[in-house]
């Protein structure tokens, strides 16, 4: 019973067909306490009855399971639900169709308890294609740059840091001080910035360089919104989650100032190159005096414009 517990929360919706895959990894880990919270979350697909079948399997195994079942609300509230009942020393939370390598939690743990200043550990992960899942295609850390470091908070700002649901384990003593209600923002999707920004201001992350999970793509994945529309929705959407996080931090005023105006001027500049290539006049003006007014307007912006063929752009850089 000294063994640490390790709580790992799955948010589900209509994942019938692939939550079996993540439960497997879970049950087929080398790590001998675990919590595993599956949050089904509205589904109307056969979700309930594959993950039930599996309850016999987790007895057998010696881990705690719990199932809650909730009308749907998406990633954000589906998370709050786990938080809400978990009770491990540490907490992962991995989407329903991607998969745990067999010794990711042992690894984790293991530094984790010998390095106690640290409230985040984060691996390395395959990204591979659904249906061809043991043909990885890179690494998420590819073209990650800045990864050894351990203060994470203003890459992950700038969306320069590993993002990907599964790789992250946080201690719950020190998550629990940031997040003592067990509550975020019940936005639809983001739940990571929601969960590792506050950690990653005030805790070390230690990174370790070792594929520990699987991300599956899927043709259905949430992330490939293809048109300028659905891109430039994502772009509020995420500007939002972030500062509603950033409202909620504990932090000096100074740096939450800082970091507010990094949200803003990194997603109008967003803006200006999704509605610029999209063709998107009004829109890309917007953007544009959106940068203007936080005094951001950089060299490579005028050049990026300048060169474009479109006519009314001379105009708006005043040429």
């Not at 985040?120 to 890179?138: C, F, H, M, N, W």
């Not at 929705?233 to 509603?244: A, G, K, P, Q």
Request: hydrophobic share 35%.
């Amino acid at each position: 019973m000294n063994t640490p517990l390790v709580s790992i929360i799955t948010p589900c919706y209509n994942g019938a067909a692939v939550i079996g895959r993540m439960i497997e990894s879970v049950l087929a880990q080398t790590y001998d306490r675990i919590e595993y919270i599956l949050v089904n979350d509205g589904s109307t697909d056969d979700t309930e009855d594959v993950v039930l079948s599996y309850r016999e399997q987790f007895e057998r195994r010696g881990y705690q399971f719990r199932y809650v079942k909730q009308e749907n609300g998406g990633l954000g509230a589906a998370i709050n639900a786990g938080l809400k009942v978990f009770t491990g020393n540490y907490l992962c939370w991995a989407d329903a169709d991607d998969f745990y390598a067999p010794k990711s939690v042992e690894k984790r743990v293991t530094w984790m308890e010998a390095h106690p200043e640290y409230g985040v550990i984060t691996s390395d992960a395959y990204i591979v294609k659904e249906g061809a899942v043991d043909q990885p295609l890179r690494r998420v850390s590819s073209g990650v740059p800045d990864n050894e470091n351990e203060m994470q908070f203003w890459n992950l700002l700038d969306g320069n840091s590993i993002f990907t649901p599964g790789t992250h384990m946080v201690r719950t003593s020190m998550f629990l001080k940031q997040y003592p209600e067990r509550r975020i923002y019940p936005a639809r999707r983001g739940q990571d910035w929601q969960l590792l920004l506050p950690m990653y201001y005030h805790y070390k992350r230690h990174y370790l360089n070792e594929p520990l999970f699987y991300y599956v793509v899927s043709n259905n994945s949430m992330s490939r919104d293809a048109s300028a529309d659905k891109a430039l929705y994502r772009c509020d959407e995420h500007e939002d989650i972030l500062s509603h996080t950033l409202d909620g931090m504990q932090m000096p005023e100074a740096d939450r100032r800082k970091a507010e105006r990094r949200v803003r001027v990194n997603y109008a500049r967003k803006r200006l190159s999704i509605s610029f290539r999209a063709g998107k006049k009004d829109a890309a003006v917007s953007a544009f005096h959106s940068l203007k007014k936080e005094h951001a307007v950089c060299g490579k912006d005028r050049i990026y414009l300048f060169c474009a063929k479109h006519p009314w752009v001379r105009k708006l850089l005043g040429k």
